[in-house]
């Protein structure tokens, strides 16, 4: 079992920057591929970032190369997404969410990931 916990949302003006964190339980937190995904109002969830257990390979989504950043450190069970340059299109519910995999594949599909974040709230004015 693993928990999930975001922070770091808020409101911010376009082009400005915000920090997601995401705090994971368990002891095997470096077992996962972690991911973020984002629903924005009458949208379906998509995929925005998504790391490996070890870091060694990233997938972003189009909308957000060169300006989001995945990372994690698995010492503190923790992944961040370094969000800047937003847009008011970035404007969403984030998700954070693990999939159990030690390999160095990492999955966009939302079905992929076993456990999710209850999200947090990220609104970029205009």
């Known amino acids: 079992q693993v928990q999930l916990v975001e922070s770091g949302g808020g409101l911010v003006q376009a082009g400005g920057s915000l920090r997601l964190s995401c705090a994971a339980s368990g002891r095997t937190f470096s077992s996962y591929v972690m991911g973020w995904f984002r629903q924005a109002p009458g949208k379906e969830r998509e995929f925005v970032a998504a790391?490996?257990?070890?870091?060694?390979?990233?997938d972003y989504a189009d909308s957000v190369k060169g300006r989001f950043t995945i990372s994690r450190d698995n010492a503190k069970n923790t992944v961040a997404l370094q969000m800047n340059s937003l847009k008011p299109e970035d404007t969403a519910v984030y998700y954070c969410?693990?999939?159990?995999?030690?390999?160095?594949?990492?999955?966009?599909?939302?079905?992929?990931?076993?456990?999710w974040g209850q999200g947090t709230q990220v609104t970029v004015s205009s």
């Open positions: 790391i490996s257990w070890s870091g060694g390979n990233i």
């Open positions: 969410a693990a999939d159990y995999d030690q390999s160095w594949v990492v999955t966009t599909l939302m079905g992929d990931y076993d456990y």
